[in-house]
């Protein structure tokens, strides 16, 4: 489903998509996790609407990739447990499978992050929202600076810390959970192609209307 | 001067974090509120320059309550240094770092370099001013926020676990520095579970659990208060825990301070001597 | 027998002009529970990152002088091999742990060494109910308390079974209890399963009372490496600027104004109350 995410930028059609998967996220009972993890993505997907959107007003064509890329980390968090065990089961590398887990993870703890820091730089006399559109996006720099930071030295201590749990010892890592195809995965499956051959069609004949003209 | 009158606060999660709290600051003290994770002093601090609202009561910073003005105008009487130095640092030189909010409040060129000269000075850090503030050590960093907080010389300071992660040198030098802040009359407000460091201060201690003030006093007595503490899971500072377990010998149970403890005990020595 | 023994160990980060530890020898005996503590920027870190090999294979720099752990020369040995014998726990709980689940966590090092899942089973329950964190197994790292996560780090190195376990200022962000609690844990370890710990700390406070060794550090070099007691006590200790335990200055406090309360150094407040007790009941 994500997949189709990523080939709509506007908000209409991913409103929609957004909606179908509440059934299967009922079905697979993961409501809790994923209602968790949704809401440490919201916080992080409206902060990144919010600048997109500051970027909107420069360039048309940059907002189609960073909404896209926006939405789909939104959908990306939505399931992240059984999402991240399907991943390792089918063969991909583990490399991207851990770093598509461990970038879910840590979405909540980034969240947080950057509250944190927009506090403490608004204690500073920070004001996030004054001035036309040039300085707003200036006004940014002193959050996102430290955020990035600590993103690097983040990354630095997680490295240290899995080179000191043996990482790399063997070239076929076993995994404590397993994940067993049952038919209602099979059901899944056949729905999300059906999904995606849907949403490819309406990409490519079906003029969907954006949200601005639908309000204007 | 700070007034919190009946004060509730609710995160957007539905945690109630405050639940009736009152307090007032006055000018000049040195307070330390202590209490467990998740007692609320965080969330209470955050009242005072506005970062949070309350969903019930008042906040009053010198007679202007929170909600009536700005995060930005409250911070020009509030200081509030944040837990971990590396949430603010983002210039290139620490001389940039300390106008940052200089520039943010509308001072003047010849002041806002007055100011950073003075903030320099008073940290120890003038040798560091064109130095990047990424290449300088933990405790270089601790001191370049908070250098770059006091330039604007608030009235008020609120410090967020000043001494994490501090060596013993560096929470001495920290306490020396609170106590010039107090000589300058500044009101010092810290929220920390560092009991020991509190001991050795001896502030007013203001003691929260669950939302709630359970004890408000001077540090000896709250400190020493083995109910107060044990209800709020703090543990009481070393001189206090060896004290009261001297209670055969009859002596006072109010020590917090090692100097003390050693004439206490050097006296009660003599008088059993003769 | 050594399990760690050093000898004229200096290393220099890449890039920097001088080294973080010069010429540190130093021997530690299975079982002990070592102390490394010192002013900050003393090079403990340093030091730690040397036991179990991320020093010199992951940051590179310039290693000099011999460097031996549980019989291996650490600059023969890949990290990944020598993290079968010596777990290293970090200073920060939330960067430490990276999987969805507490669990998963704990058999991150498992899984890197390939174990089937039977065996991984089977030890990731022992390291849980070893570190009082079974219930929490299922939940995400981020959602338990920062004493928790520690928990969490100390038993996915715990469930590899290493003979040594180093831990770098495990309690930095956490408060009193929570601290005392983890001490309690790593105690527990080093009694009953016989694992040598290696411990760097400020808070002397809180730990001293665990260690028989300890080693103080300022500036890259070995200041003192002896008995807890004997070192704690000494005046060069004071001097250094090293956090000595309040019970064991106010003994010295004392004995400098005449009051002797025996030999035996005290280390905690209660071994300091049992002191005066006893001198005061005497009379």
């Not at chain 3, 720099?61 to 726990?89: F, N, P, R, S, W």
């Not at chain 3, 200073?91 to 966590?105: C, G, H, R, V, Y």
């Not at chain 3, 991150?108 to 089977?122: D, H, I, Q």
């Not at chain 3, 000595?244 to 280390?267: Q, S």
Request: charged share 20%; aromatic share 8%; with cysteine.
């Amino acid at each position: 489903m994500f997949v189709a995410a990523i080939l709509f930028g506007s908000i209409l059609p991913l409103t929609a998509l957004f909606l179908m998967q509440f059934p299967f996220v009922f079905l697979a009972r993961v409501q809790r996790q994923w209602l968790r993890s949704l809401r440490g993505a919201l916080f992080l997907a409206v902060f990144i609407f919010f600048t997109n959107f500051i970027f909107s007003f420069i360039n048309a064509g940059y907002v189609i990739i960073a909404s896209n890329v926006e939405f789909a980390v939104f959908f990306l968090t939505t399931s992240p447990d059984l999402l991240g065990l399907a991943l390792e089961e089918s063969h991909v590398p583990y490399e991207f499978s851990f770093a598509f887990t461990t970038a879910v993870r840590f979405v909540p703890v980034l969240a947080e992050e950057a509250q944190t820091i927009m506090d403490a730089q608004k204690a500073r006399g920070l004001e996030l929202e004054k001035g036309n559109f040039m300085k707003r996006i200036r006004n940014y720099i002193p959050v996102l600076i430290p955020l990035i930071v600590s993103a690097i030295r983040r990354s630095l201590e997680l490295a240290e810390a899995m080179e000191s749990r043996a990482w790399g010892a063997t070239k076929k890592r076993t995994n404590l959970y397993g994940l067993t195809l049952h038919k209602g995965d099979f059901v899944l499956l056949g729905i999300t192609m059906a999904i995606l051959v849907v949403a490819f069609y309406v990409l490519l004949f079906v003029p969907v209307p954006t949200l601005t003209k639908l309000f204007l | 001067m700070i007034v919190v009158e009946g004060v509730r606060f609710t995160y957007s999660g539905g945690v109630e974090a405050l639940r009736d709290v009152s307090l007032t600051v006055k000018d000049g003290e040195f307070v330390a509120i202590m209490g467990q994770n998740g007692a609320g002093k965080t969330t209470l601090v955050k009242h005072f320059n506005g970062l949070l609202k309350p969903s019930k009561g008042t906040v009053r910073i010198d007679g202007v309550e929170t909600t009536k003005t700005s995060i930005a105008k409250l911070s020009r009487t509030v200081g509030f240094v944040f837990q971990n130095p590396d949430h603010q640092l983002f210039s290139e030189t620490v001389e940039e770092e300390i106008a940052f909010a200089l520039k943010n409040f509308g001072f003047e060129e010849e002041v806002i370099q007055k100011q950073i000269t003075w903030a320099l000075n008073l940290l120890s850090l003038t040798q560091y001013r064109k130095t990047s503030p990424f290449m300088l050590s933990g405790g270089e960093r601790k001191r370049v926020a908070l250098a770059s907080v006091l330039a604007w010389d608030p009235q008020i300071l609120i410090m967020d676990e000043p001494t994490i992660g501090q060596d013993h040198e560096q929470k001495e030098k920290l306490r020396q520095f609170i106590v010039q802040l107090q000589a300058q009359e500044k009101t010092v407000v810290i929220v920390t579970h560092d009991v020991e460091f509190v001991a050795e201060c001896n502030p007013r201690v203001v003691l929260m659990k669950e939302g709630k003030i359970v004890a408000d006093g001077k540090g000896k007595d709250i400190l020493t208060n083995l109910e107060a503490l044990a209800q709020s899971s703090i543990v009481l500072p070393q001189i206090a825990q060896i004290f009261t377990q001297l209670a055969p010998l009859g002596l006072s149970r109010n020590v917090i301070d090692i100097y003390e403890a050693k004439d206490i005990l050097l006296q009660a020595w003599g008088r059993r001597r003769t | 027998m050594a399990v760690i023994e050093t000898r004229n160990l200096s290393y220099t980060y890449p890039g920097a002009t001088k080294p973080s530890i010069s010429d540190v020898s130093l021997k530690v005996e299975k079982g002990d529970f070592v102390l490394i503590t010192g002013p900050s920027g003393c090079g403990k870190t340093t030091l730690c990152r040397c036991f179990n090999g991320l020093i010199p294979h992951f940051y590179q720099g310039e290693l000099k002088g011999e460097i031996t752990v549980a019989e291996k020369d650490v600059t023969k040995h890949q990290t990944h091999e020598m993290a079968k014998h010596v777990g290293l726990v970090f200073q920060n709980p939330e960067n430490q742990l990276f999987a969805l689940s507490i669990e998963k966590d704990v058999a991150f090092g498992l899984e890197n060494l390939g174990f089937s899942r039977e065996e991984m089973r089977k030890r990731v329950d022992w390291a849980l109910n070893l570190t009082g964190i079974y219930d929490l197994r299922e939940r995400s790292p981020h959602e338990v308390s920062g004493g928790q996560q520690q928990r969490v780090a100390i038993a996915s190195v715990l469930a590899m079974q290493p003979e040594i376990i180093v831990l770098d200022e495990p309690t930095s962000f956490l408060d009193p209890l929570s601290a005392e609690k983890i001490f309690q844990v790593i105690h527990e370890l080093n009694q009953t399963l016989g694992i040598t710990v290696v411990l760097v700390e400020h808070r002397l406070d809180l730990t001293a009372r665990y260690a028989n060794h300890i080693i103080i550090m300022d500036e890259g070099k070995v200041c003192s490496d002896g008995g807890t007691r004997e070192i704690l006590c000494a005046e060069e200790t004071r001097i250094i600027g090293v956090g000595i335990p309040k019970a064991t200055l106010l003994y010295k406090l004392l004995g400098n104004e005449g009051m002797n309360l025996g030999d035996v150094t005290p280390l905690s407040s209660d071994e300091m109350a049992k002191l005066l007790l006893e001198a005061f009941g005497r009379r």
